[in-house]
């Protein structure tokens, strides 16, 4: 398997604008994770779904964040507006409930805001 | 609320020089302590998963191990490609881990 896929790996864009992140996650996990890693507060869990549904979005730091996960091998994390505070490296992970949880990471994206 | 504490937040190291890794942590509920590794610019890779006090597991040069309050990840004879930085994370009520900020592990040859 490939692994957990995320594009783009890096994404430069100024304030203001929309960003998309993009996730694959791997073939037959049932819960897909997205995260955000920063100097300061290390890595944070935004939200997460189980089977394509929504489950906890707690970490969501504001309404400009808000994710989708239409089907079983794709997901978006989208920022709208984007701000200068928002630059992290977001970091997708995929796993199977119940099967020990282990969860797995993509490289990651790295988001500069402008 | 889950906490995770990692010690020390860095560590030099010379090669063959053993040591331990500290994670302290606070849960309600634990489903499954994890180390991961990073390296600079990838995501992080998992390690090992321990499930209940007193368990320990193995991988080449490093053992974790877990109490009811903390695990520690012990490194023999390290060698310079073991560098990188070492995340502890659990898994509690909810699905998602909460991470520690990590220890930054430097081998020097």
């Known amino acids: 398997d490939a692994g957990v896929i995320q594009s783009p790996r890096h994404e430069v864009t100024e304030m203001g604008q929309e960003v998309t992140l993009r996730c694959k996650p791997i073939?037959?996990?049932?819960?897909l994770f997205w995260y955000r890693q920063t100097m300061m507060r290390g890595l944070e869990l935004l939200i997460y779904f189980n089977n394509n549904v929504p489950i906890d979005d707690s970490g969501m730091p504001e309404d400009r964040f808000s994710a989708k996960m239409p089907n079983a091998s794709f997901s978006t994390l989208k920022i709208q507006p984007s701000e200068p505070r928002d630059s992290a490296v977001y970091f997708c992970a995929s796993s199977l409930v119940g099967a020990k949880n282990i969860q797995y990471f993509g490289a990651g994206t790295r988001l500069s805001v402008l | 609320e889950d906490q995770v504490t990692q010690s020390p937040e860095a560590l030099r190291l010379q090669e063959g020089e053993s040591s331990s890794l500290n994670c302290s942590y606070t849960?309600?509920?634990?489903?499954?302590l994890f180390w991961y590794r990073q390296d600079p610019g990838k995501g992080p890779e998992f390690l090992f998963t321990l499930y209940s006090a007193g368990e320990e597991k193995e991988k080449e040069r490093l053992k974790a191990t877990l109490t009811k309050k903390e695990s520690f990840l012990h490194i023999t004879a390290p060698k310079p490609e073991d560098s990188a930085t070492y995340l502890c994370a659990v898994l509690g009520g909810a699905d998602g881990l909460t991470f520690g900020k990590g220890t930054h592990l430097i081998i020097q040859p």
């Open positions: 073939s037959g996990h049932n819960s």
């Open positions: 849960v309600s509920g634990l489903r499954g």
